[in-house]
């Protein structure tokens, strides 16, 4: 079993900056891919960014040049700065870790989620 511990969400004025940490913990031996995803009221999950253990990158169109994932494989930790906020980037952010068992099965594992707002 994975735990996904997210922090650092709240309310920020837009062009402002935050960023969202995730700690992982208990079996998270083979976890490749880590991610942050969000849903705002009335609207599917999104991706937002992922990053795999190599620390490539993927990033959705709308956050592309604002937000910047990265990972400490040694903390078990990933990131999400974001800069240049939008009020469309409101919404509950969730991390996500993709764990690649040995039989090929993939199991993913979702944080509690954090809330970001902000304002115009």
């Known amino acids: 079993q994975v735990r996904l511990a997210e922090s650092g969400g709240g309310l920020v004025q837009a062009g402002g900056s935050l960023r969202l940490s995730c700690a992982a913990s208990?079996?998270?031996?083979?976890?490749?891919?880590m991610g942050w995803y969000r849903q705002a009221p009335g609207k599917p999950r999104e991706l937002v960014a992922t990053?795999?253990?190599?620390?490539?990158?993927n990033y959705a169109d709308s956050v592309k040049g604002r937000f910047t994932c990265s990972r400490d494989n040694a903390k078990n930790t990933v990131y999400l700065q974001m800069n240049s906020l939008k009020p469309e980037d409101t919404a509950v952010y969730y991390c996500r870790a993709d764990k690649l068992l040995s039989d090929a099965t993939l199991n993913i594992y979702w944080g509690q989620g954090t809330q970001v707002t902000v304002s115009s």
């Open positions: 990053i795999t253990s190599g620390g490539t990158t």
């Open positions: 208990g079996s998270i031996f083979s976890i490749n891919a």
